[in-house]
Each structure stands twice: as C-alpha cells, then as structure tokens.
C-alpha cells in the first residue's frame, strides 16, 4: 500500500546531493535562511528559522522506515521572536541559500550551505506520496533521502567541514 499524504503535517520529500551548479540557471527565487535548533533529538527537533523577512517555528517527528516521511509542524513567527529564540539555540546555527527550481509539477528547493558547511550543496523535492514519479533534472547527484548526515539537525552538529 501506498503511503499517501493524509494530512497537512505529514511531510514525503527526497533529498539529493547536488552535481553541478547548473540549477542556478532555471531558478526563479533565491532567499537567505538562518535556522538554529531548540532540541535535535530525532524523535522530535525544534527548529527556529529566519527565511527572508520571515520566522517560523518548526517541530518535526522522527522519519519512518523509508526516510520519506514523518510529522512536520510550522508556525510563523515575527523575525523578533525567532532572533530570541536563535540566541538560546543549540550550538551550530546553519546559514544557507535557498533557490527554488521548477520542473513540472514539482519544485525543487535546492539550498548552498555556507560557515561550516561550505561547498554542501541539497536539493529536496516535497511529493504527494512516497511512490509518486518526478523528473531528476540533470544537476541531481545521489540520493541521500534518510540518511541522518544530511538532516539539518545533524549538520548543526556535525559539520560538512569536518567530515
């Protein structure tokens, strides 16, 4: 059986190391995100994060078997509160650019690390279900869908600078 979106918090996405910068070509909205952790445990992490000129709180459950999908839950929140917020954060606040790609129906976000985890480039893909069939643009490297390194939690932690 498929699993099938059933609600606005279950999150189906899959995650790609990125091989050429090529997508910078075709992208049509680039912001700034600053984001920090309140609490990386992977059963449950609490993110703050500043996208643009906006904040969001963000709890997130832990991946089932196929590190597809798992529990996602986001408020926005004033860029005032979720300053406060970083400031009591975990160690290993992540600074990124995001672009947004479209192909088809679906949009690649596709996010350039910088600080510590310089020259990690990601790009994920939110799906309908885990079964649902995309296009992989040519830029896709390898599939890194639930593989913990990759989580920006872990990264937090354990920077692309120290592998």
């Known amino acids: 059986m498929t699993n099938q979106k059933k609600n606005s918090n279950l999150e189906i996405e899959r995650k790609f190391l990125v091989k050429s910068e090529r997508f910078k070509n075709y992208s049509d ?16 992490t609490v993110r703050i994060r500043i996208k643009g000129n ?8 832990k991946s089932n078997e196929t590190g597809l999908s798992r ?5 926005e929140i004033s860029v005032a509160e979720a300053d406060s917020l970083l400031k009591i954060a975990e160690p290993g606040i992540i600074e990124k650019l995001r672009y947004e790609v479209k192909s088809e129906k679906h949009t690649f976000e596709i996010d350039v690390f ?7 480039i990601i790009a994920e893909v ?4 885990e079964d649902e069939v995309f296009n992989k643009p040519d830029w896709l490297g390898a599939e890194v869908t639930g593989i913990a390194k990759y989580y920006n939690s872990q990264l937090s932690k354990n920077p692309f600078k120290l592998w």
Request: aromatic share 10%; proline share 2%; hydrophobic share 30%.
């Open 29 to 44: 909205k680039e912001e700034r995100i600053v984001q920090g952790f309140l609490n990386t445990n992977p059963e449950r």
């Open 54 to 61: 906006k904040g969001y709180i963000t709890v997130k459950g």
């Open 71 to 75: 529990f996602e839950w986001e408020k």
């Open 114 to 120: 910088a600080g510590d985890n310089t020259g990690l």
């Open 126 to 129: 939110e799906l309908q279900s």
